[in-house]
């Protein structure tokens, strides 16, 4: 006996539309045809588990009426964020994350990975309201809280306390920022020595610059070989691996696969960010995934930052920001944009540790698209029709309708 069906969709594993019966919050049945009354039509839409954002920001995002937009630069973006965040209320960190959410359950993503910046100036205000926030929309997405030091930690030796603290309160993983610490190698150090304390992941901002030379990824690959923390860490950003020459990438993309380390490329910032000392053929400064990919990096394309100085726009649509990579990729093929899809879905699901997939007997956690596979969905920014998580519907998106022209008079 199911609950609903969901008719007439597109997934993967099968070669044409599938009826999907849903029953007590689980997948009960895949088939051609499945009996029952209780139907959903998916018009050969694709579906699949929903978008999994790896790398947000939900803390400071929608502040651009506090900061100064006159300038740019990541130089300005941290200064500006670091002064407007002292002013943070947990109250106000609440509200403006419940935007955030909003709008990625409404373009169909099942789960994200949030870092929360914590240090001297902000405390653990902005833990206290994303702990509040996680669960209070447990029922509708799935949320991952970083604890982050964004500002570093030999610098500011208390945010060290903070980041314990705040793992110890119920924050999932820990993460840093070496390229802000005066002591990138000890600041890597210092995450680690949580991560293995507290058992948890890893997940760094690093090489945020475009200067080939003076990485810090070595020493975070060291760090994971040494600690034995393949497949626990990621890199955020990276954009240090755009200038590099290709066999360098190659060399590098080598390491960080052999280490077990995850890349997340952040198109919308990175674009917005890099390259504004350039007075003409402006550099892209965006990671280059698909190479890494290939050589069998995990990797995965995120939002970042929502309407604050490092990305002063966006809406959470993970389908936008494929599309977006897709086009600074150079990619075309529909290989290469499957490939995309996956970047911001089950790849993605795979960076941050979390199960994906829908089978019988699993969780109907679901996202129907508007879009016939997941490569017409990245070339069209196909909007989400509609999702279900464990079964109970979360989102609902109207089909357009356009009205017939009136007739000349």
């Known amino acids: 006996m199911t609950d609903f069906i969901l008719s007439g969709a597109?997934?993967?594993?099968?070669?044409g539309?599938?009826?999907i019966g849903v029953a007590q919050g689980h997948i009960a049945a895949i088939?051609?045809?499945?009996?029952?009354?209780?139907?959903?039509e998916a018009k050969g839409g694709w579906v699949f588990p929903g978008y999994v954002?790896?790398?947000?920001?939900?803390?400071?995002?929608h502040i651009l009426e506090r900061c100064d937009m006159t300038q740019g630069g990541l130089a300005h973006a941290v200064e500006e964020t670091t002064r407007a965040k002292a002013a943070f209320t947990t109250e106000d960190v609440y509200t403006r994350a419940s935007l955030v959410v909003d709008a990625a359950v409404s373009h169909g993503t099942t789960a994200l990975r949030t870092f929360v910046e914590v240090d001297p100036r902000v405390g653990l205000r902005g833990l206290d309201a994303l702990l509040a926030l996680r669960d209070a929309r447990r029922d509708q997405i799935t949320i991952q809280?970083?604890?982050?030091?964004?500002?570093g930690?030999?610098?500011?030796?208390?945010?060290?306390?903070?980041?314990t603290r705040a793992m110890e309160m119920g924050a999932d993983l820990v993460g840093g920022c070496p390229y802000r610490d005066p002591d990138p190698v000890a600041h890597i150090a210092h995450?680690?020595?949580l991560a293995r304390r507290f058992d948890c992941d890893a997940d760094f901002h690093i090489d945020f610059d475009l200067d080939p030379a003076n990485s810090d990824l070595p020493a975070l690959i060291a760090a994971t070989e040494a600690r034995g923390w393949g497949r626990r860490v990621v890199a955020g950003h990276a954009s240090k691996l755009s200038a590099m020459a290709p066999a360098d990438v190659a060399d590098m993309a080598a390491r960080l696969r052999d280490a077990g380390i995850g890349v997340v490329a952040l198109p919308a910032t990175d674009l917005f960010l890099m390259g504004r000392d350039a007075d003409r053929l402006q550099p892209r400064g965006v990671a280059p995934l698909s190479a890494m990919a290939q050589a069998g990096v995990r990797c995965a394309v995120a939002s970042n930052n929502i309407l604050n100085p490092f990305t002063p726009y966006g809406d959470a649509n993970l389908a936008r920001m494929a599309n977006l990579f897709a086009n600074v990729a150079h990619l075309s093929t529909d290989d290469d944009l499957r490939a995309c899809f996956d970047m911001v879905a089950d790849g993605a699901a795979a960076m941050i540790g979390l199960p994906h997939s829908l089978e019988v007997g699993g969780?109907?956690?679901m996202v129907l698209l508007d879009a016939p596979d997941p490569a017409m969905a990245v070339r069209t920014i196909a909007p989400a029709r509609a999702g279900w998580v464990r079964g109970r519907q979360n989102f609902e998106r109207p089909a357009v309708r356009l009205h017939a022209p009136q007739p000349p008079r």
């Open 153 to 163: 930690i030999t610098n500011e030796p208390e945010t060290l306390t903070l980041l």
């Open 53 to 61: 954002d790896a790398h947000i920001h939900l803390d400071k995002a």
């Open 145 to 151: 809280i970083c604890a982050f030091a964004q500002e």
């Open 191 to 193: 995450i680690f020595d």
């Open 17 to 19: 539309p599938v009826d």
């Open 363 to 365: 969780p109907a956690t």
């Open 10 to 15: 597109r997934m993967a594993g099968h070669h």
């Open 31 to 40: 088939a051609p045809s499945l009996p029952g009354e209780a139907r959903v």
